[in-house]
């Protein structure tokens, strides 16, 4: 399999650049397990999702701490067909078997750890996309399920899912969302809108 | 057809709130033919592809002309099977018949206009979803042919293409790869990243 995932972040502030440098340095115990390249347009991350998943996820906290707007934007992916098996992917495996299509947000709930809080207030904004699946909303309607128990739920928009709460219970919570409603044989895509710190309107 | 976007702007400036608000007029022009709700997270847009996709590109050109460093992230989606037929989504109709697989690029690319150029230097990165399709992959190979044969490629990466070059050439080729790889029958999702004025090095 191979998996990983292009992201960026945007701090929104005139000291941008010091920020993101500033926060790279909370990737490092996951370092040497993944495969890290930047441009100038976002940073590719290479490796299984147990790893994947918290280096991402200390990555947007750093930076949110530093004060002010900050996002993350990440597309997650595994089981791309144009892509290589990659050794650096190998990892715990994932907790769906092939085929299994029921029973999966209980298993999930079940999946999501009580830890201490991040203590830091997130919106978020993810979709899930099963490819190359002829009946692709049954997949999505058991993940909407999953996230609406999942204590962080906010509500449903066009072509996306609204999460908010906790840092750590909302990256928990979209980590389970790309794990656990396809089984390793599938191709599974899940983009996420991760925002500390706006001064806009909640809505929701 | 039920089509739309979800999309969010990132000025990465202490007066991001500025800009953001000093460029929703350039979207006026297109105002009475979407349907536009913003919250804290991302701005909904839904109407017809040949409305959304110049009045989300005006967006962008009108906070990307202010300076500084400003991104764009969205999300096109169209024939989503959960969502309604919306009368506001009634337009000019797809230029792909259902079904039709073969000669998508060729078409593609004479749909590109030769436009005067927008005059803002834009990198941008985008990835296609078709869903429902067991043989997913076939249109995406397709709209990669076409990608590099647009004027704008730039690179691979994994998991997405990155383009490069004047923002009016960009945002077309963009809105092709969005309309021209499936019929009005199918649900497609084309994310986008959008990036003026950063101060990192390109490496492509």
């Given at each position: 399999m191979?998996a990983?995932?292009?992201?960026?972040?945007?701090p929104?502030?005139?000291?941008?650049?010091?920020?993101?440098?500033?926060?790279?340095?909370?990737?490092?115990?996951?370092?040497d397990?993944?495969?890290?390249?930047?441009?100038?347009?976002?940073?590719?991350?290479?490796?299984?999702p147990?790893?994947?998943?918290?280096?991402?996820?200390?990555?947007f906290l750093?930076?949110?701490?530093?004060?002010?707007?900050?996002?993350?934007?990440?597309?997650?992916?595994?089981?791309?067909?144009?892509?290589p098996?990659?050794?650096?992917?190998?990892?715990?495996?994932?907790?769906?078997?092939?085929?299994?299509?029921?029973?999966?947000?209980?298993?999930?709930?079940a999946?999501?750890?009580?830890?201490?809080?991040?203590?830091?207030?997130?919106?978020?904004?993810?979709?899930?996309?099963?490819?190359?699946e002829?009946?692709h909303?049954?997949?999505?309607?058991e993940?909407?399920?999953f996230?609406?128990?999942?204590g962080?739920?906010?509500?449903?928009?066009h072509?996306?899912?609204?999460?908010?709460?906790?840092?750590?219970?909302?990256l928990?919570?979209?980590?389970?969302a790309?794990?656990?409603?396809?089984?390793?044989?599938r191709?599974?895509?899940?983009?996420?809108?991760l925002?500390?710190?706006?001064?806009?309107?909640a809505?929701?």
């Amino acid at each position: 399999m191979f998996a990983g995932a292009q992201i960026s972040l945007y701090p929104m502030t005139d000291r941008f650049v010091t920020v993101i440098l500033g926060s790279l340095s909370a990737m490092d115990p996951w370092r040497d397990r993944l495969r890290i390249t930047t441009d100038d347009v976002s940073t590719t991350v290479i490796g299984p999702p147990e790893v994947l998943f918290p280096a991402v996820g200390a990555l947007f906290l750093a930076a949110a701490r530093q004060g002010g707007h900050v996002v993350l934007n990440a597309t997650f992916s595994r089981g791309c067909p144009g892509e290589p098996d990659d050794p650096i992917c190998i990892g715990a495996g994932l907790p769906v078997a092939p085929g299994a299509m029921t029973g999966l947000a209980e298993a999930a709930l079940a999946r999501l750890q009580d830890r201490p809080p991040a203590g830091i207030a997130v919106a978020a904004q993810i979709a899930l996309y099963p490819l190359g699946e002829a009946q692709h909303m049954d997949g999505i309607w058991e993940c909407i399920d999953f996230l609406k128990r999942s204590g962080v739920f906010a509500t449903s928009k066009h072509f996306c899912t609204k999460l908010r709460g906790d840092a750590d219970r909302v990256l928990q919570t979209i980590e389970q969302a790309f794990l656990g409603f396809a089984g390793p044989d599938r191709h599974i895509v899940l983009t996420a809108i991760l925002s500390a710190g706006s001064p806009s309107q909640a809505k929701d």
